[in-house]
């Protein structure tokens, strides 16, 4: 089935929520304890996109790609969040069973097309964790640049280590990934 690449609405909280619960319980176990992930974990994620697409939301804006009607992944950002390093990319995810068909990378050109009209002087970045090697891999794939190492604290309890990557441009982001199916 085709893929679409759409705008996030704000009547997408619970598809945002059930994907991103089935992505973290996926993609996180080891990283976010059990408990947290076997509770209410959907009805925690649509707390978040309410809020986040909500009235009165910070300046940011997301993707959703569908399968017919099926949510098959998103993506989420925030334009002017860092002076240095301009657009943060927070989140990006593909439901496991929709994973290495080009979602991911069909998101990310959807984000830096928009970026590369609407920011162009702004680099994007994001953080990954240390242990999610597969999305390291994703993105160096796809031009990113590793940068610095954090700690920080985990949803439901514990530290963990994490990256930056980031692409000096849109364009060069855009460059890396492509343009997004229509
Ligand atoms: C990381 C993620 C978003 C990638 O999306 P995806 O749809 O699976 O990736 P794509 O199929 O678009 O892959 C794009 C390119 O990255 C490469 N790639 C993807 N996964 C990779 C991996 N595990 N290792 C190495 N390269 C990889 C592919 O080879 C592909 O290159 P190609 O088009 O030249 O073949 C997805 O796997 C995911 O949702 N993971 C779980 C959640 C997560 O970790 N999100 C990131 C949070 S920071």
């Given at each position: ?167 000096p441009s849109?364009a060069a ?10």
């Open positions: 089935m085709k893929l679409v690449i759409r705008e996030v609405a704000p009547c997408d909280v619970q598809a945002m929520a059930s994907l991103h619960a089935a992505s973290w319980r996926s993609a996180y176990r080891g990283i976010i304890s059990d408990a947290f992930l076997d509770a209410d974990l959907c009805a925690n994620r649509a707390a978040f996109w309410a809020q986040r697409l909500g009235p009165g939301a910070k300046d940011s804006f997301g993707f959703l790609a569908m399968r017919g009607e099926e949510a098959v992944g998103f993506a989420f950002a925030f334009p002017n969040a860092d002076q240095s390093w301009g657009t943060l990319l927070d989140n990006l995810h593909v439901l496991p069973r929709h994973k290495g068909q080009g979602i991911g990378r069909a998101l990310l050109a959807a984000v830096a097309q928009r970026c590369s009209q609407a920011v162009p002087a702004e680099g994007a970045h994001l953080w990954v964790y240390e242990v999610n090697l597969a999305a390291q891999q994703f993105y160096a794939s796809l031009g990113g640049q590793r940068g610095e190492r954090r700690m920080v604290e985990v949803r439901g309890g514990g530290r963990a280590a994490e990256w930056r990557f980031a692409w849109a982001l855009l460059a890396q990934v492509g343009r997004a199916p229509t």
